[in-house]
């Protein structure tokens, strides 16, 4: 991973915003920051960690490659240990989200981590193997669990990426009776369609959250 990148500081910032993505994302991420200061609050710090190695450093565990022959390297506790010195670093409740694997590794990282508040999750790849079987067995730690997905991400010839329909929905019904405060949005769409857009619903509905939680 590379270093960590601050894109925005509020003049009296009360939430820290930690983005974890893709290169082709950064073209993108500053009209996610102009929506949210317009939108929701400009009280908030933004961090981009571009990330390198996707494959490896945001899996949880070693699994077989789904697409193309790269396999998940499994070292998403490296990238952990760096995104919690954030929270100690700034001293905010963190927003931790991102896209796709990106979105999975903020799952685990809630699940593994007390050290963020909300999570930005938007379409998630929830079809990683052993998923389901992590999720049922570990407690979520985090307050709050925002969660998206395409309404087409599912309509897939690969049988792996036909799961995360259902996969989605466990993970929903499995935060809710643990009670986090959580919500699924569903887009038109596969996975693939207004990224952008995606993740600026991510990352605002846990601002108005965490706004709505200090009143």
Known sequence: MNDKLLLYQG???????????????SAFVQEEIAYLKAHYTKDFSFIAYPVTNWNDALSPWPAKAVFGKNDFGGNAQNTLKEVEALGKEYDLPVILGGYSLASLFSLWAGYKS??????????????????????NTHPMQAKYVYLSLGDKEDKSKNPTMQKVRERILLQ?????KQGVTTTLEWNEGNHFKDVN???????????????????
């Open 11 to 25: 003049d009296n910032p009360r939430f820290l915003c930690v983005q974890l993505m893709a290169e082709e994302e």
């Open 114 to 135: 007390d050290a963020f508040t909300a999570l930005a999750c938007a379409s998630p790849s929830v079809w990683y193997e052993g998923w389901d079987e992590f999720i």
């Open 172 to 176: 929903e019904d499995l935060l809710v």
């Open 197 to 215: 857009s995606r993740l600026t619903k991510a990352f605002g509905w846990c601002l108005k959250q965490l706004m709505e939680g200090e009143n």
